[in-house]
C-alpha cells in the first residue's frame, strides 16, 4: 500500500488538473445559461444544464473549491425546483440563476486559477473575455488613433504611451503581454530604443518587444535589434503581420494535453496507466470493449495507443493490424505494453505496426517519457498532414471529420452543437483587383479572427478556397448565431491595405444545429444552404437553417 | 456473504475528475480491488465478470441514472443481493429515503474527502454485517 506522502502527491496532481479544466467547465456552464435565454424555455437543455451544475457542487469541493461548490448548489435547487415542476421560470427566478452562475465564475477569481483561453462567452454571458494587453509607445497620432481600435478586434487591449512617462507606473499595476515601441520615440532616432533597453533591464528580457518606426533602413533595424526588440514593422503598418507577430509572442504556453488511448484488459492497470499517464497532464481514455475500438477511435481521436499485446479476446497485434487497416489510423503510434521479454516476439510486434515496446512491469517515469515524446512527435506530424498551410486551420476532410465526431457525441449525450459555413464575399474581386498575396492576406485575417473568437474545442476549418468552416460543441443554434455575427462584425471592421489604398472586406455565413439534424450530412448540407440564402439575400450576413429541431428519443 | 472482509468495490460513476479522486480514495488508502465503470450500462457489461462484494454508484447520470442502475444491476442473477451504496451531492431527507427505497443501504454525501471515503465505507459496511 502506498504511503501517506505518496497519496497525499497524487491527490495533489488531481486537484491540479481539475483546477486547470475548471474555468472551462465554468464557461461551459455560463456560456449555456446565456443561450438557453435567448430562446424559448428548453426542458432538455435545462436539464442538461442541471446535471452540470450537480456535478460542480459535487466534484468542486472535494478539489478544494468550496466556494464553487456553494454557488454551484444554489444554482442546482434552483433548477431543481423548475424542471421538477416542469414549469417555466420567471424573470425574477431567471435573474436569480444568472446571479448565481455569475458568481461561479467571479469565484474562480479568488482561486488561484490561470485564466483559460478567450472564448464566445464574452459575447453571450457575464463572463468577461480574456484581452490580452498591449502597451504602445508613439507620439504618432495616426497609429495612436487607429491601432488600438484595430487590435481590439483581436482581443487585444492597448494602453497608449506618448512616451516615457507613467510606464513604470503602469508596469506596477499590471504588467502588459508586449509592448510595441516607435525606435524614434523624442526625434532622437534612439529615444524608443534607449527606453526598451531599460525597461527590459527592470522588467525582464523576455518581455516582447515590436518597434514600429517610418526608418527602413540597416542601421536602424541594427539599433532595434541591439536593444532587445523582437521584430521590426516599417510603417504604414500592416495588421496582419503585426496581428501574427502579436500571436505569436503573447501565446500562452499551455498547449492542449495529449490524448492517450490506453487498451488493457485488466481493469487494475488499465486505470494504473491511465492515472499515471494523467497526472502527467495527458488526456486518457480507457477502452474496457474491444469490439468498440473503431468508434473510441472516431470519438477519443486518441493522438496516441497504449496497448496490452496479451488480451483474451484478440491480441494487441491484431488489433494493431485491424486499427493498420483503416486509412485515418494508419500513422497513429501504437506502444505496446507486455511482460513479453523475448526480442524475437518484440520485433514482431514493431514489424506489425507498434512504435514502441515496454516491459511490465514499467517504471512510471518510464511510461510517461515514453508515451509524451511519441505524442509529441506524432502531434507536430500530424499538424503538417491535418493542417491548411496557408492559415493552420484544419483541412477540408479533417474538419468534417470533426464534426462527424463531434455531431455524434453531441446527439448521444442530448448536448447542442452548431455547425457554420462561412464565405468571404466577392473575394473574387479582390485577388482580382489586388493580387493573390493580398487575398491570402484576408484569408489569414479571417482565420486569425476564428482562432481568436472561438474556444478550444471548437473546429474551424479552412473548406475551401475562401470558404470556411467551424464547429461549436455546447452552443444552440442562438448563440452560434450571436457568436458568428460578433465574427462577421469584426471582420467587416477590419481594414486591409494594399499600396495606398484601404478597404475592407465583409462575409456571410450560414448555421445549422444537431438539434435540426441528427447526422453530419444533414447539418453540412442545411449550413452550406443557409450560406447560400445568406449570399443571396444580400451577402454580409448570418443566416440560420430554418428547419424544425428533430425529436430524439430520450436517453437510455 | 461467505467473506465478511470488503475488498471489491464496483464503482460507478460518470465524471473523470471524482473517478480519479475515488480511485485515490479506494484504492490507495483504503485498499479496496476498484473497478470503475462511467456509465450504468458499462457497468451492466462488466459488472458480474467483475464479482463485487459492494457497488458504489453515482446517482446522477446522464443515461441510466444510479437508481436504474441499481434496478438493472439487480436482475443480474449474482448482483441480485450485492449490496449498494449511493454518493450523491443530493443530502436532502426525502431524497436519501428515496434512495433507500431504491435499494441502497446507504447514501454518502458529495464532496467527500478522499482521506476518510474508504472509513466510511468500512464503517457502512461493518453496520450491514453487524
Not at chain 1, 514593422?233 to 501574427?244: C, H
Not at chain 1, 475500438?293 to 496497448?307: G, H, K, Q, S
Not at chain 2, 468495490?9 to 462511467?38: M, P, R, W
Amino acid at each position: 500500500m502506498p504511503d501517506e506522502h505518496d497519496i497525499q502527491a497524487r491527490l495533489k496532481a488531481l486537484r491540479e488538473t481539475y483546477a486547470k479544466q475548471l474555468p472551462d467547465k465554468l464557461i461551459d456552464i455560463a456560456r449555456q445559461w446565456a443561450a438557453m435565454q435567448r430562446q424559448p424555455w428548453d426542458f432538455a437543455q435545462a436539464k442538461s444544464l442541471h446535471r452540470q451544475v450537480h456535478t460542480l457542487a459535487g466534484s468542486a469541493p472535494t478539489f478544494g473549491f468550496d466556494t464553487v461548490g456553494q454557488q454551484a448548489r444554489h444554482a442546482e435547487n434552483l433548477l431543481k425546483a423548475w424542471n421538477n415542476e416542469q414549469r417555466t421560470p420567471g424573470e425574477d427566478e431567471i435573474a436569480g440563476l444568472t446571479g448565481y452562475i455569475h458568481s461561479l465564475c467571479n469565484s474562480l477569481d479568488s482561486n488561484p486559477i490561470p485564466p483559460s483561453a478567450p472564448s464566445p462567452v464574452d459575447v453571450v454571458s457575464t463572463c468577461p473575455p480574456e484581452r490580452r494587453l498591449i502597451f504602445l509607445i508613439d507620439n504618432d497620432e495616426a497609429l495612436i488613433g487607429g491601432l488600438p481600435q484595430l487590435l481590439s478586434h483581436f482581443d487585444y487591449q492597448v494602453r497608449v504611451f506618448r512616451n516615457a512617462g507613467g510606464i513604470d507606473e503602469a508596469f506596477a499595476k499590471e504588467r502588459p503581454a508586449a509592448l510595441i515601441v516607435n525606435p524614434g520615440l523624442d526625434d532622437t532616432q534612439q529615444g524608443g530604443t534607449a527606453l526598451v533597453h531599460g525597461l527590459k533591464a527592470r522588467y525582464g528580457q523576455d518581455l516582447p518587444v515590436i518597434f514600429v518606426s517610418t526608418r527602413g533602413d540597416f542601421n536602424s533595424r541594427l539599433q532595434a535589434v541591439r536593444s532587445g526588440g523582437d521584430t521590426y514593422f516599417v510603417k504604414p503598418i500592416d495588421i496582419a503581420p503585426l496581428v501574427d507577430h502579436l500571436d505569436r509572442v503573447t501565446q500562452s504556453h499551455t498547449s492542449e494535453a495529449y490524448r492517450v488511448l490506453v487498451v488493457e484488459d485488466d481493469p487494475d492497470l488499465a486505470a494504473h496507466y491511465a492515472l499515471t499517464l494523467r497526472q502527467a497532464g495527458m488526456d486518457t481514455t480507457i477502452l474496457t470493449r474491444l469490439e468498440d475500438i473503431l468508434t473510441t477511435l472516431a470519438e477519443v481521436r486518441p493522438e496516441l495507443i497504449l496497448m496490452d499485446v496479451y488480451m483474451p479476446r484478440c491480441s494487441g497485434l491484431e488489433l494493431a493490424q485491424l486499427i493498420r487497416q483503416q486509412d485515418d489510423w494508419l500513422s497513429i503510434p501504437i506502444v505496446f505494453l507486455s511482460s513479453e521479454a523475448d526480442m524475437e516476439k518484440q520485433f514482431n510486434a514493431m514489424r506489425i505496426g507498434g512504435d514502441d515496446f515496454l516491459t511490465k512491469p514499467i517504471d512510471d517515469r518510464h511510461l510517461v517519457a515514453s508515451v509524451s515524446i511519441r505524442a509529441e512527435r506524432a502531434r507536430t506530424l500530424n499538424i503538417l498532414m491535418v493542417k491548411d498551410s496557408l492559415t493552420g486551420l484544419l483541412k477540408h476532410t479533417k474538419i468534417k471529420e470533426k464534426l462527424a465526431a463531434d455531431a455524434s457525441r453531441a446527439s448521444r449525450a442530448g448536448e447542442p452543437l452548431v455547425f457554420g459555413m462561412l464565405d468571404i464575399d466577392h473575394f473574387k474581386r479582390i485577388n482580382d483587383r489586388y493580387g493573390h498575396l493580398c487575398g491570402d492576406r484576408v484569408i489569414k485575417s479571417l482565420a486569425r479572427l476564428l482562432q481568436q473568437r472561438l474556444r478550444q474545442s471548437d473546429g474551424i476549418g479552412r473548406y475551401g478556397g475562401e470558404e470556411f468552416a467551424v464547429v461549436l460543441p455546447g452552443c444552440s443554434l442562438a448563440a452560434g448565431e450571436q457568436v458568428l455575427n460578433q465574427i462577421r462584425a469584426g471582420f467587416a471592421k477590419l481594414r486591409f491595405r494594399h499600396g495606398d489604398e484601404e478597404f475592407s472586406v465583409t462575409l456571410s455565413a450560414g448555421i445549422a444545429s444537431v438539434e435540426q439534424f441528427r447526422d453530419a450530412e444533414g447539418i453540412n448540407r442545411a449550413a452550406d444552404e443557409a450560406l447560400y440564402t445568406a449570399k443571396r439575400s444580400g451577402r454580409n450576413r448570418v443566416k440560420l437553417c430554418q428547419a424544425p429541431a428533430a425529436t430524439f428519443p430520450e436517453n437510455g | 456473504m461467505s467473506n465478511n472482509e470488503l475488498q471489491r468495490i464496483l464503482f460507478i460513476e460518470d465524471e473523470a475528475d471524482i473517478q480519479a479522486v475515488a480511485q485515490v480514495a479506494l484504492e490507495a488508502v483504503g485498499g479496496f480491488t476498484v473497478k470503475i465503470c462511467s456509465s450504468g450500462e458499462e457497468a451492466l457489461q462488466a459488472g458480474e465478470a467483475f464479482a463485487p462484494q459492494l457497488i458504489l454508484s453515482d446517482v446522477m447520470m446522464p443515461g441510466m441514472d444510479g437508481p436504474a442502475t441499481l434496478l438493472a444491476l439487480r436482475q443480474l442473477p449474482t448482483l441480485a443481493d450485492t449490496p449498494a451504496i449511493f454518493m450523491t451531492a443530493k443530502v436532502q431527507p426525502q431524497e436519501v429515503a428515496q434512495l433507500r427505497t431504491a435499494g441502497a443501504m446507504a447514501v454518502i454525501a458529495k464532496p467527500f474527502d478522499p482521506m476518510t471515503l474508504a472509513q466510511q465505507i468500512k464503517d457502512v459496511w461493518r453496520q450491514h454485517h453487524a
